[in-house]
C-alpha cells in the first residue's frame, strides 16, 4: 500500500519547501499564543493569529493543522489532483478537508526533521470522534519520549520495532548504518513510507528505510545493534479486532504484548546491542512490579535497567485511555470503564508502571538488573547518558584492584552544591549533582567530597584516596573500605566516569 508514487512525492515534497511548511514559519504564523491553544487542542488562538491571511503558507495551515475547510483556490500552491487521488484531502463543492494528517517536524535534539504523515488526531476543539481500529498515531509525548531516550551512538543496524508514523525512523537514520521498520498495520507502513520519503530520510550509509509488516520480531530474521519500540502497551479488555485500536491495543492479555517484546529482544540483539522500550507493565496484587521483570528476561543472558517513570492507580489508568478512545461524554463511557474494572479485576492488576526498559547484551555471566523508580524532572534528551550508562555498569563492577587503578574523573555537567546556616564556617551538606541526564545528586561527606573532588582523571583513585586519607588522618584502608562502594555507585550512576 502506497500512498504516493515517486513523482507524486517529489512535487508535494517540492510545495513544501516553497510555501515554508516547516516548524518556524508555522509558529511565526499562529504565534506563541496560537502555539500554546494547539498545545491544548484548540485552534481559536491560532485561527484568530492567522486574521484574514489567504496566502498559501496560511491556507496549508488551516487546511492540516487546523482542519478548516479550505477553498480549493487557496491551495494552487499545492499538488492537489495528487492529494486528493491518494485520499489525503477532500474535496467537494470546490472547499478542500484534510483526511489524512501531514505536518513538519523538526528535532534539535539531532537534527531529524521532515514531515510526518498520520490519521488526524482526535478531539481537536472538542470535537468527539471515534476513533478507527486501524488509526495511525502521529507525534505523540510518548513517542517524543521514546525519541529522546533512545542512545544516539553511531550503530551499524537498527529496528524500529511498530513504527507506526514513522518518527522514531528518521530519528534512527541519523546513527545507524541500516534500518528496518516493522508493524502489523498496512496503514502505519502506508504512512512511514511517505514520511520517510518526503523527509528524504537516508541511513548514515545511504540506504533507505526498509519496511517489513508482521507481528513482533517475525518479519526480520537478522540481529540488531539497537532496537527501539513504542508498543500498543495498552492492557484494554479483549475486543474483536474490529473494535480493538490498533495503534494502541495488541489483543495480548494484560501487558503480555510487553512482555512478548522483552522476552524476544535478546534473540534479536548482537553481542553488546540494546533494545529500549517505553512501555506500560502491570503490577499483580501486592506483587512488586521489579519480580515480574526479573522473571521475564531470567534466562536470556542480559543486563535490564528498568525505571519507572510513573505509577497509576486502575481508576487514573482507565480513565486515562478511555479519554484517549473519544468515549468522554458518551454512553459508553461508564459501561466501558466497569468492563475494564471486571478485567482488571480477572487478572488481578492493582496498578500500572510507566517508563523505560533498557536491555543489553552485555555479556556478562551474572546479568546485571537495576529497577529504580525515577518520577522526578530529568534533562531531555536523556538518550546520551542512557547510552553512556553501559560503560558506568562496566566499571562499577570491577574487582577492588583494578577499581582502585583505575583513573577516574568527575563528569562535565556534574557540580558541587554546598548548603548550610549564614555564617557557619563549614557547609552542612555538600551535593554532586548532574545538570543533564537523569539530574541524579549524591550527597557526600568530607572524605568522599575529597576523594571525588581530586578524580580529574590525573592520579589512580587508589593514589588519591591514600592522599586524601593522610590529610584526614583516617587509615588508608578504612578510608577505601568506606569510599569504594560510593565510587561503584557514581561509576554506575554517571557522577563519575572514565577518564
Known amino acids: 500500500m502506497t500512498l504516493l508514487d515517486t513523482d507524486a512525492v517529489n512535487r508535494l515534497r517540492d510545495s513544501l519547501e516553497r510555501i515554508d511548511y516547516r516548524t518556524d514559519a508555522i509558529l511565526e504564523a499562529i504565534g506563541e499564543v496560537g502555539q500554546r491553544g494547539l498545545g491544548r487542542n484548540t485552534t481559536v488562538a491560532a485561527q484568530t493569529s492567522l486574521g484574514s491571511r489567504d496566502d498559501p503558507l496560511a491556507a496549508t495551515v488551516r487546511l492540516w493543522l487546523l482542519r478548516c475547510p479550505v477553498p480549493v483556490t487557496q491551495l494552487s500552491a499545492l499538488p492537489l489532483?495528487?492529494?486528493?487521488?491518494?485520499?489525503i484531502v477532500a474535496v467537494e463543492d470546490d472547499w478542500a478537508r484534510a483526511a489524512i494528517d501531514i505536518r513538519p517536524y523538526d528535532s534539535p535534539d539531532d537534527g531529524a526533521a521532515g514531515w510526518v504523515v498520520s490519521d488526524l488526531a482526535p478531539g481537536l476543539d472538542k470535537v468527539v470522534t471515534v476513533t478507527r481500529p486501524d488509526y495511525v498515531l502521529g507525534v505523540s509525548p510518548a513517542s517524543t519520549s521514546l525519541a529522546q531516550m533512545t542512545s544516539r551512538r553511531p550503530v551499524g543496524s537498527a529496528l524500529d520495532l511498530g513504527c507506526g508514523c514513522g518518527v522514531q525512523s528518521l530519528h534512527l537514520a541519523r546513527h545507524a548504518d541500516r534500518v528496518v521498520a516493522t508493524d502489523i498495520n498496512p496503514r502505519a507502513l502506508a504512512m512511514a513510507e511517505l514520511s520517510l520519503a518526503l523527509s528524504g530520510a537516508e541511513t548514515t550509509d545511504g540506504s533507505a528505510v526498509a519496511l517489513r509488516e508482521g507481528p513482533l520480531y517475525d518479519p526480520v530474521d537478522q540481529r540488531f545493534d539497537l532496537i527501539v519500540s513504542n508498543p500498543p502497551y495498552v492492557m484494554s479488555p479483549p475486543r474483536s479486532d474490529a473494535e480493538r485500536l490498533v495503534y494502541r491495543e495488541a489483543g495480548f492479555a494484560g501487558d503480555g504484548l510487553v512482555e512478548a517484546v522483552l522476552r524476544g529482544a535478546p534473540g534479536r540483539l548482537n553481542p553488546g546491542g540494546t533494545a529500549q522500550i517505553l512501555a506500560n507493565w502491570a503490577q499483580i496484587g501486592d506483587q512488586p512490579w521489579q519480580d515480574r521483570l526479573t522473571d521475564w528476561v531470567a534466562g536470556a543472558g542480559c543486563d535490564l535497567w528498568a525505571v519507572e517513570r510513573e505509577h497509576l492507580d486502575v481508576h487514573e489508568y482507565i480513565e486515562t485511555w478511555l479519554t484517549d478512545a473519544g468515549l468522554d461524554g458518551s454512553a459508553q463511557w461508564r459501561p466501558r470503564?466497569?468492563?475494564?474494572?471486571?478485567?482488571?479485576?480477572?487478572?488481578?492488576?492493582?496498578?500500572?508502571?510507566?517508563?523505560?526498559?533498557?536491555?543489553?547484551?552485555?555479556?556478562?555471566?551474572?546479568?546485571?538488573?537495576?529497577?529504580?523508580?525515577?518520577?522526578?524532572?530529568?534533562?531531555?534528551?536523556?538518550?546520551?547518558?542512557?547510552?553512556?550508562?553501559?560503560?558506568?555498569?562496566?566499571?562499577?563492577?570491577?574487582?577492588?584492584?583494578?577499581?582502585?587503578?583505575?583513573?577516574?574523573?568527575?563528569?562535565?555537567?556534574?557540580?558541587?552544591?554546598?548548603?548550610?546556616?549564614?555564617?557557619?564556617?563549614?557547609?552542612?551538606?555538600?551535593?554532586?549533582?548532574?545538570?543533564?541526564?537523569?539530574?541524579?545528586?549524591?550527597?557526600?561527606?568530607?572524605?568522599?567530597?575529597?576523594?571525588?573532588?581530586?578524580?580529574?582523571?590525573?592520579?589512580?583513585?587508589?593514589?588519591?584516596?591514600?592522599?586524601?586519607?593522610?590529610?584526614?588522618?583516617?587509615?588508608?584502608?578504612?578510608?577505601?573500605?568506606?569510599?569504594?562502594?560510593?565510587?561503584?555507585?557514581?561509576?554506575?550512576?554517571?557522577?563519575?566516569?572514565?577518564?
Open 81 to 87: 489532483d495528487d492529494l486528493v487521488t491518494a485520499g
Open 337 to 499: 470503564y466497569q468492563e475494564w474494572l471486571d478485567y482488571f479485576g480477572e487478572l488481578g492488576i492493582s496498578g500500572v508502571s510507566m517508563g523505560w526498559l533498557t536491555l543489553t547484551a552485555a555479556g556478562r555471566d551474572t546479568p546485571d538488573l537495576s529497577f529504580e523508580e525515577w518520577p522526578w524532572a530529568i534533562q531531555q534528551p536523556v538518550g546520551v547518558a542512557v547510552g553512556a550508562r553501559r560503560e558506568g555498569v562496566d566499571d562499577s563492577l570491577l574487582d577492588d584492584e583494578d577499581l582502585l587503578a583505575g583513573h577516574w574523573q568527575v563528569r562535565e555537567d556534574v557540580v558541587a552544591e554546598s548548603t548550610g546556616r549564614p555564617g557557619a564556617a563549614d557547609p552542612e551538606h555538600i551535593v554532586y549533582r548532574q545538570r543533564s541526564g537523569l539530574r541524579r545528586a549524591m550527597e557526600v561527606d568530607t572524605l568522599l567530597g575529597g576523594v571525588l573532588g581530586a578524580c580529574d582523571g590525573e592520579m589512580a583513585l587508589g593514589t588519591i584516596i591514600s592522599a586524601v586519607a593522610r590529610i584526614l588522618a583516617v587509615d588508608p584502608s578504612a578510608a577505601a573500605a568506606q569510599t569504594l562502594g560510593p565510587v561503584r555507585t557514581a561509576l554506575r550512576e554517571g557522577i563519575l566516569e572514565r577518564s
